[in-house]
Structures are given as structure tokens and as C-alpha cells.
């Protein structure tokens, strides 16, 4: 698969990487069967090109990323040849107290506390990239900037990232830190535009930070393998763009789903979609995108679509 160096980083990865949230499994199968399953995606997907793997310690609850430790660990020479994200910032409800609520925490100890609860589920020695997962209202970007520092300096993270950040959050923290933010990772699809106008992807082309489009398929809605959907996904409207979708995707003999990453892949900032089936076949089929450039014609008549309406 074709590859992309990462923001202002030394790291190079695949085009498209691989989304663990999946891997941990669903409450319906047993506990076996969703390791069976979890461990073959990740396979599927070192062996279908992707060198970009994607986690979180909220995955699962940590199982996605023992899952991919365990992968990572069973198999000779992967570790140096992919690159490795995951995320903090989500506390559960009841953590630490029974009347905690659901939140997000950036404060310093707990960064570098649960940095350090990662890397030994993953058994790794050091985290490719770190990102904070959702935008912390109490985030203080001196005391977020102290706990990367800490974490660089120790030799446990390489490099930084953020998540479904605001523009003005993602330039507060690099104001203050010593080392620059490399990726944002942020929902982007067809059936998710919002970050084509609020100035998130131009100031990623402007700090070179690289994109990670999270839910690229809308859940799976883009490409008909819709399981698990988030509550907003529940409100997206893909019917009014799948028509023109499926008109391209059959013109040029490839899925839907390649074409929507396509699509994504056409944008100069240099998006990375995040492919998360746990399907091996579609796994595979996903790669097809990095060898699809889309006209600029064909990319507007799908933001068009997606659209619902001319642009002005």
C-alpha cells in the first residue's frame, strides 16, 4: 500500500490505517470468539498493506489494545514495521467514585497515568503517536504540555496528536507545547462535512498536521455494513448521496466503499482514513481505495450529493 509521512514527524505509514474499535467484539458472541475474530482482523489488515493501526484505552475498555499487543507481540518483525496511535481522555462514569460522571480528564497525572496503563496492555516499550481523545472543557495547555513532556522524555511517546478538537483548542496546546502536535483525528465523510468549513483541515494544511478521518463509511452506512452506529450516525441521510455514489463506484468497477475513501484520499491536506471493519473481505477491499484518483468533477458531483443542495 502506498504511504504518507505523518505531519512534521519522521514516522511514514499506510494510506488508509486500521481502527481497532471493533476488534474487542460485541457483547453477543462469547469472549473467545471475539478474540478469534479481533485477532484476524488485525491480521487481515498487516497483511492487506495497512501499517497504521489506530486505538484507544476506552476500545473495549483496554481490550483492543491487549488484543493488538497480543497480535503485535504473536507476530515476527510487525512491531517495526507499523505505526501505533491510541488515546486517553475518556473517563467512564463511576471512575474514580460511584457518582463520578461520564467525562473527559486532561489533567496532567492522569495522562501520564493512563500513557503508562496503555503501553502494558499493548507490551510496547514506546506509543508511535499519543492523542487526547475529546476536548477536556477543563483542558489547561500548560499542565497538558508538562504531561507530554514528561511522557517524551521518559521515551514512552514519540510523538502527539489530538482528537475532535476545536481549531482554537488545537492552537492554544501548540502555543504552549515544546513538540508539535503531528496528527487531528476528526469524523469525516460523506455524510459528515462540517470540517471542510470550520477551519479544521485548513489549519491542518497550514501546521502540515495530518488528518485522520474517523467513521469515513458513516458507520458502515456508506458501504451497507452499518452495526454499530453512534446516536448521531443515527440521524445521517446517506440516500441522498448513495445514487451518484454507486454511478461512480460502478464506472470505475470498484465498491462504494472505495470510492468513498477515494474521495477522502483526493483532499490535498492529506487525510488518512481510518478503516474499522472487522471483516476481513472488506478489510482487503478498503485498500483498493490509494489506487483510485478521482476527478475533480467526480469529487464535486459527490459533494454535490452529500450536500443536498448546489454549492452557491
Same mark, same amino acid.
Given at each position: ?29 462469547s469472549?473467545a ?21 489506530d486505538?484507544?484505552n476506552?476500545?473495549?475498555r ?21 505505526v ?7 473517563r ?7 457518582s ?10 492522569? =495522562? &501520564?497515568? @493512563?500513557? $503508562?496503563? #496503555? +503501553?502494558? !496492555? /499493548? ?16 483542558a ?12 517524551r ?28 502536535? =503531528? &496528527?487531528? @483525528?476528526? $469524523?469525516? #465523510? +460523506?455524510? !459528515? /462535512? ?59 468497477? &470498484? ?5 468513498? +475513501?477515494?474521495? /477522502? ?10 478503516v ?19 476527478t475533480?468533477?467526480?469529487w464535486?458531483?459527490?459533494l ?9
Amino acid at each position: 500500500m502506498q504511504t504518507i509521512s505523518i505531519g512534521v514527524s519522521s514516522l511514514k505509514a499506510s494510506r488508509l490505517a486500521y481502527g481497532c474499535w471493533r476488534i474487542a467484539g460485541t457483547s453477543d458472541k462469547s469472549a473467545a470468539e471475539n478474540e478469534t475474530n479481533g485477532r484476524a482482523a488485525v491480521r487481515a489488515a498487516f497483511d492487506a498493506g495497512y501499517t497504521f493501526f489506530d486505538n484507544a484505552n476506552i476500545y473495549g475498555r483496554g481490550e483492543a489494545e491487549r488484543i493488538l499487543g497480543d497480535v503485535v507481540r504473536d507476530t515476527p518483525g510487525m512491531r517495526d514495521q507499523i505505526v501505533v496511535t491510541t488515546k486517553c481522555g475518556v473517563r467512564h462514569a463511576g471512575d474514580p467514585e460511584p457518582s463520578s460522571p461520564h467525562r473527559w480528564d486532561f489533567s496532567g497525572d492522569y =495522562i &501520564v497515568e @493512563q500513557c $503508562e496503563a #496503555s +503501553l502494558k !496492555r /499493548l507490551r510496547m516499550e514506546a506509543i508511535d503517536i499519543f492523542m487526547l481523545h475529546r476536548p477536556d472543557y477543563l483542558a489547561d495547555p500548560q499542565e497538558i504540555a508538562s504531561a507530554f513532556t514528561r511522557l517524551r522524555d521518559a521515551g514512552k511517546v514519540r510523538w502527539f496528536g489530538v482528537s475532535n478538537f476545536r481549531p482554537t483548542l488545537v492552537t492554544a496546546l501548540q502555543v504552549v507545547c515544546p513538540m508539535p502536535l =503531528i &496528527v487531528h @483525528q476528526v $469524523e469525516i #465523510s +460523506l455524510a !459528515r /462535512l462540517n470540517v471542510f468549513d470550520d477551519g479544521t483541515l485548513d489549519q491542518c494544511l497550514v501546521e502540515k498536521i495530518t488528518p485522520m478521518a474517523w467513521s469515513p463509511l458513516a458507520g458502515g452506512l456508506i458501504g451497507g455494513g452499518a452495526r454499530r452506529l453512534l446516536s448521531w450516525q443515527k440521524q445521517y441521510q446517506p440516500d441522498k448521496f448513495l445514487p451518484v455514489l454507486e454511478e461512480v463506484a460502478s464506472a470505475r468497477g &470498484v465498491s462504494r466503499t472505495v470510492i468513498a +475513501l477515494a474521495w /477522502l484520499l483526493r483532499h490535498p491536506s492529506g487525510i488518512v482514513p481510518i478503516v474499522g471493519s472487522n471483516n476481513p473481505e472488506r478489510i482487503r477491499d478498503a485498500a483498493r481505495a490509494v489506487e483510485i484518483t478521482l476527478t475533480r468533477e467526480e469529487w464535486y458531483r459527490l459533494l454535490t450529493a452529500a450536500r443536498g443542495e448546489p454549492l452557491p
